[in-house]
């Protein structure tokens, strides 16, 4: 048995000037979009063409900000709403921390269904494209919550090689819980996407690829959560789950409904 690897405690800034400090998490975001954005280009010109490249570079904006409100927004009324009820102006402080991609989701679904009204684009088929480089940022996400030590795992079996003592976890060794959703959420789930959309057929299937991808995620997400940590102030909830696993399922549904629905363009 093996002693457990202590956690390379990292800085979570990059580099500081003055009062400026590029964090890990935002290069994570501004990464994910960044590479995202450059995919999407590409993407959307195969057949079926669902929107045009500048097109790709008029939506990076509306998904920014539906990835930054959405996700601050759904931490907040997710996780702790009693909290920013009281201090109702802490919701601005992003720099103490809490997104919630469930929020961030849906605040990206509702900026894909008003651009793509407003310029006239196949909303399904523009969703598509843009579930394809989604595990892109979330797998860079959960690098991100690695390095800044958060969001770790629950304690771990003796045996486990790769068990980890966290700053702030106490002296238990944990299962390094990110790390296994970066590579369901991100790495895995990517692969399966790029697959997927190279057939022409399934692209035709418009709402198809949307729907793997929020399967994809909701069995991802389900799964990564019994390793990981529940947070302090939600604990478990009903019959065990976790409010991660709880948010997941109405996607698992939705995501299910879309692949079942797929229709020839």
């Known amino acids: 048995m093996s002693a457990p690897l202590l956690f390379p405690e990292f800085n979570p800034a ?156 106490g002296d238990v060794a944990r299962h390094p819980s990110e790390i296994y959703q970066a590579l369901m959420e991100g790495l895995i789930l990517f692969i399966v996407m790029q697959v997927l959309g190279r057939r022409e057929a399934l692209r035709e299937r418009m709402g198809f690829l949307t729907g793997v991808f929020l399967v994809g995620y909701a069995i991802a997400r389900i799964i990564g959560e019994f390793f990981r940590q529940p947070d302090p102030f939600l604990g478990f909830l009903w019959e065990g789950a976790t409010m991660g696993q709880l948010l997941s399922v109405p996607m698992l549904v939705f995501g299910a409904v879309l692949i079942w629905r797929g229709k020839k363009a």
Not at 38 to 63: C, G, I, N, Y
Not at 101 to 130: E, Q, S, T
Request: with cysteine.
């Open 14 to 169: 990059i580099f500081t000037i003055g009062p400026f400090a590029l964090r890990w998490y935002a290069l994570a975001y501004i990464t994910g979009l960044v590479v995202g954005w450059r995919m999407a280009r590409r993407l959307v010109l195969k057949t079926p063409v669902v929107a045009t490249a500048l097109q790709v570079d008029d939506f990076l904006t509306w998904a920014t900000l539906g990835v930054i409100l959405g996700g601050r927004l759904g931490y907040v009324l997710f996780y702790q709403p009693s909290i920013y009820f009281h201090a109702p102006l802490s919701i601005f402080e992003v720099w103490h921390g809490g997104m919630s991609f469930h929020g961030g989701m849906l605040g990206v679904a509702i900026a894909l269904w008003w651009f793509c009204h407003l310029n006239k684009i196949p909303l399904l088929g523009f969703a598509d494209r843009i579930a394809m480089v989604a595990p892109v940022g979330l797998g860079l996400g959960r690098v991100a919550n690695f390095i800044n030590g958060e969001l770790w795992g629950r304690a771990a079996p003796d045996w486990l090689p790769w068990r980890m003592i966290f700053p702030g976890g």
